[in-house]
C-alpha cells in the first residue's frame, strides 16, 4: 500500500554536494517519521537522519553540522537529505525508512518501509 523511492545519490569529489530525495507514495494517512541510513557493503546499516512529524531532527554524530533532513514544504510526502562538505568515507548506499500510518479498508495501520537505496560515492 506504500512505497518509498530515493533518488539523487552519485558520485561526487570530497568537499562537494549532493540532495537526496524520498518519495512516499500510496494510501497514506500520516508520516510518523522519515530516516536516512547508509550501509557500506559488509557493514551494519547505520541510522543517519531522521525527521519526526513535528519537524524535529536528530543527525548521527558523524555528519552533524554537514547534513541537513527536511520535508519538502509543499509536499509532505517529501523528505530531503542535503549532504554538504562531503567526505570519502561518507560513500555507501543511502535508505530511506519511514514510519507511516497507512488507510486499509476501514481501519488505519502503522506500517514502517523501506526504499531500494541510492549510490552515494565520494572520490578523494
Known amino acids: 500500500q506504500v512505497q518509498l523511492t530515493e533518488s539523487g545519490g552519485g558520485l561526487v569529489q570530497a568537499g562537494g554536494s549532493l540532495r537526496l530525495s524520498c518519495i512516499a507514495s500510496?494510501?497514506?494517512?500520516?508520516?510518523?517519521?522519515v530516516d536516512w541510513h547508509r550501509q557500506v557493503s559488509g557493514k551494519p546499516r547505520e541510522l543517519v537522519a531522521r525527521?519526526?512529524?513535528?519537524?524535529?531532527?536528530?543527525y548521527a554524530d558523524s555528519v552533524k553540522g554537514r547534513f541537513t533532513i527536511s520535508r519538502d514544504n509543499a509536499m509532505n510526502n517529501v523528505v530531503y537529505l542535503q549532504m554538504n562538505s562531503l567526505k570519502p568515507e561518507d560513500t555507501a548506499v543511502y535508505f530511506c525508512?519511514?514510519?507511516?500510518?497507512?488507510?486499509?479498508?476501514?481501519?488505519?495501520?502503522?506500517?514502517?518501509?523501506w526504499g531500494q537505496g541510492t549510490q552515494v560515492t565520494v572520490s578523494s
Open positions: 525508512n519511514a514510519t507511516i500510518t497507512y488507510y486499509s479498508g476501514p481501519y488505519n495501520r502503522l506500517g514502517n518501509y
Open positions: 500510496g494510501s497514506i494517512h500520516y508520516i510518523n517519521a
Open positions: 525527521i519526526y512529524s513535528g519537524d524535529t531532527t536528530d
